[in-house]
Nanobody, 123 residues
């Protein structure tokens, strides 16, 4: 199985920054898995935020975070990061880490999910 554990969420003022981390582990986890981040705001559906291929070459973002968020990964630590800058109140949500065999799948229907971490941006 695969375990994904997020950390780094919290309360920040608008314009501030946070860095989320997601540590992956498990007997069946592969360093060749693509990783991604999703978020779910109260009363809204979960939405894709960012994804990265297993080797870090390909990266994808939802339009609303382009230029503000950066996804990266450290293969030696099986950890993926989401650096979030210029945060806005509308970024408030629970952020979930996800993993799948390919970046196409991780962007749409990931096989594995973390438990989520709350990000709250105050105005």
């Amino acid at each position: 199985q695969v375990q994904l554990v997020e950390s780094g969420g919290g309360l920040v003022q608008a314009g501030g920054s946070l860095r989320l981390s997601c540590a992956a582990s498990g007997r069946t986890f592969s360093s060749r898995y693509a990783m991604g981040w999703f978020r779910q705001a109260p009363g809204k559906e979960r939405e894709f935020v960012a994804a990265i291929s297993w080797n870090g070459v390909d990266r994808y973002y939802v339009d609303s975070v382009k230029g503000r968020f950066t996804i990266s990964r450290d293969g030696t630590k099986n950890t993926v990061y989401l650096q979030m800058n210029s945060l806005k109140p509308e970024d408030t949500a629970v952020y979930y880490c996800a993993a799948a065999g390919t970046v196409v799948v991780v962007r749409t229907t990931p096989n594995y999910w973390g438990q989520g971490t709350q990000v709250t941006v105050s105005s």
